[in-house]
């Protein structure tokens, strides 16, 4: 007996190539209920929902279904190099965006350029120098046919919007952008802005500022829609939008991540495997599912389909080592610890005077000495440390282990960060050493 699968639908989007990005579509996605309101809505929107909810898809279905008439500008938080520079406000951000993406628009449709009038190409070439600089525009002419670049030689640099923050700036420059836009056939600007479960503090200071640019930035033919963490949207950070945002929530549901498992097993396996009742006995699906409930408190479809790759994988050696489908219940240790080396490693607090740990997004809170051995686990970057390490007894030591076990292992029975060796001591394994946290 054989059992195989496709990798494809469980590969990140970034590596697809155009034919398996079109399949996934076509056979793997399955919108949320929210997401009907999410694109009929023409007001500016917050999506709101859980780590593994389906924020990120829900924003690239957003911008598939618009991409052929809307100008589409993409902001991800999560993929973005922090730098030490002032937070950018949304406004000189669009402008800087949707300038370059025109540029290399009309490279692409030069003959569209006759169509502009005087001010709109006063206000492209003022854009493209502003926010790219001369030598930028100059690069754009030399690659344009000559006449198309003579008509933007002959436009002036006027310097239209000395600054980004005087509302007559702000609306005349989004006023503008839209102009020249519709003459360019794009029926909106639509921005799409997404945000890492566990953003730093000089995203959440962007952010907060991006809200309060709201009000002044107002206009029928731009939409902004924001995904963020509901720990996000507290309310004095909503009063900063002053009543200029819908909010959508984007909740998990049993019946949408049944079928989305549905949808992910025949895809992956060709037909030949449609229900995870195949793979799995009943008593295994129902702790894994126990899993997913107690880690995230509800059934968050992204938990599921990462699962559903680890049981695949399982199901194949399984079946190669002579064994019969469904899998048992005693693969369920393995499968989770597979689980946790990927997608839950363990990452510090940002300062110390906050006592716990996240285990990939869950914050645990430890007690004083529990926090004071796992820094010390930390800092040893996965050496081990014994007893003279800790300047403690030995059964000391293993007490404070045992503890630790107890509060950030998913099974304390069957570490997956907390190891050891009997007399060499004990280290830490699949932690992050920095800041850094990405959605997968």
Same mark, same amino acid.
């Given at each position: 007996?054989?059992?195989?699968?496709?990798?494809?639908?469980?590969?990140? !989007?970034?590596?697809?190539?155009?034919?398996? $990005?079109?399949?996934?579509?076509?056979?793997? =996605?399955? !919108?949320?209920?929210? $997401?009907? @309101?999410?694109?009929?809505? !023409?007001?500016? #929107?917050?999506?709101?929902?859980? =780590?593994?909810?389906?924020?990120?898809?829900?924003?690239?279905?957003?911008?598939?279904?618009?991409?052929?008439?809307?100008?589409?500008?993409?902001?991800?938080?999560?993929?973005?190099?922090? +730098?030490?520079?002032?937070?950018? &406000?949304?406004?000189?951000?669009?402008?800087?965006?949707?300038?370059?993406? #025109?540029?290399? =628009?009309?490279?692409?449709?030069?003959?569209?350029?006759?169509?502009?009038?005087?001010?709109?190409?006063?206000? #492209?070439?003022?854009?493209?120098?502003?926010?790219?600089?001369?030598?930028?525009?100059?690069?754009?002419?030399?690659?344009?046919?000559?006449?198309?670049?003579?008509?933007?030689?002959?436009?002036?640099?006027?310097?239209?919007?000395? +600054?980004?923050?005087?509302?007559?700036?702000?609306?005349?420059?989004?006023?503008?952008?839209?102009?020249?836009?519709?003459?360019?056939?794009?029926?909106?600007?639509?921005?799409?802005?997404?945000?890492?479960?566990?953003?730093?503090?000089?995203?959440? /200071?962007?952010?907060?500022?991006?809200?309060?640019?709201?009000?002044?930035?107002?206009?029928?033919?731009?939409?902004?829609?924001?995904?963020?963490?509901?720990?996000?949207?507290?309310?004095?950070?909503?009063?900063?939008?002053?009543?200029?945002?819908?909010?959508?929530?984007?909740?998990?549901?049993?019946?949408?991540?049944? +079928?989305?498992?549905?949808?992910?097993?025949?895809?992956?396996? &060709?037909?030949?495997?449609?229900?995870?009742?195949?793979?799995?006995?009943?008593?295994?699906?129902?702790?894994?599912?126990?899993?997913?409930?107690?880690?995230?408190?509800?059934?968050?479809?992204?938990?599921?389909?990462?699962?559903?790759?680890?049981?695949?994988?399982? @199901? /194949?050696?399984?079946?190669?080592?002579?064994?019969?489908?469904?899998?048992?219940?005693?693969?369920?240790?393995?499968?989770?610890?597979?689980?946790?080396?990927?997608?839950? *490693?363990?990452?510090?607090?940002?300062?110390?005077?906050?006592?716990?740990?996240?285990?990939?997004?869950?914050?645990?809170?430890?007690?004083?000495?529990? =926090?004071?051995?796992?820094?010390?686990?930390?800092?040893?970057?996965?050496?081990?440390?014994?007893?003279?390490?800790?300047?403690?007894?030995?059964?000391?030591?293993?007490?404070?282990?045992?503890?630790?076990?107890?509060?950030?292992? *998913?099974?304390?029975?069957?570490?997956?960060?907390?190891? &050891?060796?009997?007399?060499?001591?004990?280290? #830490?394994?699949?932690? /992050?050493?920095?800041?850094?946290?990405?959605?997968?």
């Amino acid at each position: 007996m054989t059992f195989d699968f496709e990798n494809c639908p469980f590969s990140p !989007p970034q590596t697809w190539i155009p034919d398996e $990005e079109e399949r996934w579509w076509a056979n793997c =996605y399955l !919108p949320h209920l929210s $997401e009907s @309101a999410l694109h009929d809505s !023409p007001q500016w #929107l917050i999506l709101r929902g859980g =780590y593994q909810s389906g924020k990120t898809t829900a924003l690239s279905a957003l911008r598939r279904a618009r991409s052929q008439n809307a100008l589409v500008l993409i902001k991800d938080f999560a993929i973005e190099v922090l +730098t030490s520079e002032p937070p950018t &406000n949304i406004l000189l951000w669009i402008m800087r965006t949707a300038s370059w993406d #025109l540029r290399e =628009y009309l490279s692409r449709r030069p003959e569209l350029i006759h169509t502009l009038s005087q001010t709109q190409r006063e206000f #492209l070439r003022w854009a493209i120098e502003k926010f790219h600089k001369t030598r930028a525009f100059a690069r754009w002419l030399d690659g344009l046919p000559s006449a198309a670049a003579q008509e933007l030689q002959e436009i002036p640099f006027i310097d239209l919007y000395p +600054t980004q923050t005087t509302t007559y700036d702000v609306q005349g420059q989004i006023e503008e952008l839209v102009n020249l836009c519709t003459r360019l056939g794009f029926q909106q600007v639509l921005v799409t802005v997404d945000v890492p479960p566990f953003p730093e503090l000089q995203i959440v /200071k962007e952010i907060d500022s991006f809200l309060g640019w709201l009000e002044p930035m107002q206009h029928p033919q731009l939409q902004l829609v924001l995904a963020l963490p509901p720990d996000f949207c507290n309310p004095e950070r909503l009063k900063l939008t002053r009543g200029r945002v819908k909010i959508i929530d984007i909740s998990p549901s049993n019946r949408h991540t049944q +079928t989305t498992i549905h949808r992910y097993l025949t895809t992956a396996t &060709n037909g030949n495997i449609q229900q995870i009742e195949q793979l799995c006995t009943k008593a295994l699906f129902e702790q894994l599912n126990s899993f997913i409930l107690q880690e995230f408190d509800s059934p968050v479809v992204g938990a599921w389909v990462k699962f559903l790759q680890i049981i695949l994988e399982r @199901a /194949k050696h399984w079946v190669e080592g002579g064994k019969t489908l469904p899998l048992e219940g005693a693969c369920f240790n393995g499968m989770v610890r597979e689980y946790c080396r990927h997608y839950l *490693p363990l990452k510090k607090a940002a300062d110390d005077n906050h006592l716990g740990v996240w285990r990939g997004h869950r914050w645990i809170r430890l007690d004083r000495s529990s =926090y004071d051995f796992l820094m010390l686990l930390f800092r040893s970057r996965g050496h081990p440390i014994d007893h003279i390490h800790t300047q403690t007894k030995k059964s000391n030591l293993h007490t404070l282990a045992r503890r630790l076990r107890v509060a950030i292992e *998913p099974i304390p029975s069957d570490p997956v960060y907390v190891q &050891n060796i009997r007399g060499e001591g004990y280290w #830490l394994e699949y932690f /992050k050493s920095d800041q850094s946290y990405q959605e997968d």
